[in-house]
């Protein structure tokens, strides 16, 4: 029977100009595992052909939320590209990697994906996020892929430490505890989240968080 989740394709940005591929899907696998820790998701991450992952989640806004605090979590030579699927699906077999699914969900997430990448390739370099979801409620899947523009942008401007002051407060660390891990001052974990754009970032989480499932 059809259920309506959330599917989620990712794949790695500039793979193979990698050094490394096998560290950075190690990282991207262990990236989404300390995501689950704080958000829910339906079916953990598991990688599938290449450098293509997947994962199923409840609502979009969770799927958002994950996604930011991966990206934030994520080594600065690692990236990925997050194709959101809002839809039905429906789990057709067993393959080598993990389960195979169909439904709207899964096609909408490959669209949302292959937008990314359009995106990306012309106007918009920062773009790594986009929701396909129901057409009949426009409204708030628009509104949802605005905070995805912003937030990419964002979080692209970011140095490696206001990435991990950010993902830090995301998950629920204290401003001293930020400093200690940190080295620095409580004070200049304060103007870091400030100036950075990090503080926007957790509020923009925090009204997410709130968004009805």
Not at 24 to 35: G, H, N, P
Not at 84 to 107: C, K, T
Not at 178 to 189: D, G, H, P, T
Request: aromatic share 4%.
């Amino acid at each position: 029977m059809a259920e309506t989740r959330v599917a989620l394709l990712v794949d790695i940005v500039d793979s193979r100009a990698l050094a490394d591929r096998a560290h950075a899907q190690s990282a991207i696998l262990d990236a989404f595992q300390a995501a689950a820790r704080d958000i829910p998701v339906a079916v953990p991450l598991w990688a599938t052909v290449g450098d293509e992952f997947q994962a199923v989640f409840a609502t979009a806004a969770d799927a958002a939320r994950a996604t930011a605090l991966v990206r934030l979590a994520l080594p600065i030579e690692v990236d990925c590209r997050f194709g959101l699927g809002e839809g039905d699906m429906r789990e057709v077999g067993e393959g080598d990697r993990g389960p195979i699914y169909d439904g709207s969900a899964w096609w909408r997430a490959r669209e949302a994906l292959e937008k990314v990448e359009r995106d990306q390739e012309r106007a918009a370099p920062y773009a790594r996020s986009w929701l396909v979801g129901d057409p009949t409620d426009s409204a708030r899947v628009g509104a949802l892929n605005a905070h995805l523009v912003l937030r990419d942008h964002l979080i692209d401007t970011m140095s490696p430490r206001a990435r991990r002051l950010a993902a830090g407060t995301l998950s629920g660390a204290t401003q001293s505890e930020l400093a200690a891990r940190e080295r620095i001052s409580q004070s200049a974990v304060s103007q870091n989240l400030r100036r950075s754009g990090a503080a926007a970032l957790v509020a923009a989480d925090r009204a997410l968080a709130e968004v009805p499932a």
